[in-house]
């Protein structure tokens, strides 16, 4: 190999300069392009190997001069054009033109229920809107994050490192 990616064995770059203390994410929007592309990730439409390759076939003055993640988000873009799941015309308005495209997976309500997972935070007593939305009063509820295995909602084909998250009320949830 000897594409721009392939920069350990060219010389004229530099050495690698790393950064004392660096945080995970230099700005927010990185993390938003993280999360993205996870989520991206479960509908399976591309491997990792594919995803890989849409970075390394980056035009050389793009690759020099982006950054980690503003290479994941062109490469996100990319990817999604491909599929169709976006148009280009979507892409340059900043918002969808036509409907949404159904992605092959997804997780069904039942398939959903049932699933064993742990708290990762008590976040507090709030107000319960399946109550309020119907008028029946604001009647306070303890609100949890639980954190669920992929393998716990997708069986042991999914990835084993993958985990989701969520915020669940405690009417919504049963003691095991």
Request: charged content about 25%.
């Given at each position: ?16 300069e790393?950064?004392?203390?660096e945080?995970?994410?230099h ?28 970075i ?10 982006r ?20 148009d ?7 918002h969808?033109?036509?409907?949404g ?24 007593c ?5 109550t309020v939305?119907?008028?029946?009063g ?17 069986g ?7 985990t ?13």
């Amino acid at each position: 190999m000897n594409g721009i990616h392939d920069l350990g064995g060219m010389q004229g770059f530099g050495p690698v300069e790393s950064e004392t203390n660096e945080p995970v994410f230099h700005n927010a929007w990185e993390g938003r392009v993280l999360a993205l592309n996870r989520a991206m990730g479960y509908a399976r439409l591309w491997n990792i190997d594919m995803s890989r390759a849409a970075i390394e076939k980056m035009p050389p003055d793009l690759y020099l001069t982006r950054s980690y993640y503003a290479k994941w988000l062109l490469r996100l873009e990319d990817l999604l054009i491909e599929r169709g799941l976006i148009d280009a015309d979507e892409l340059a308005a900043g918002h969808g033109r036509s409907p949404g495209k159904l992605l092959p997976r997804k997780l069904a309500d039942l398939e959903a229920r049932g699933r064993v997972g742990t708290i990762e935070c008590v976040r507090g007593c709030h107000v319960f809107p399946d109550t309020v939305a119907i008028g029946a009063g604001e009647n306070p509820q303890w609100l949890y994050t639980l954190r669920f295995a992929g393998r716990e909602l997708w069986g042991e084909s999914a990835d084993p490192s993958l985990t989701v998250s969520i915020e669940a009320f405690e009417p919504y949830l049963e003691a095991i």
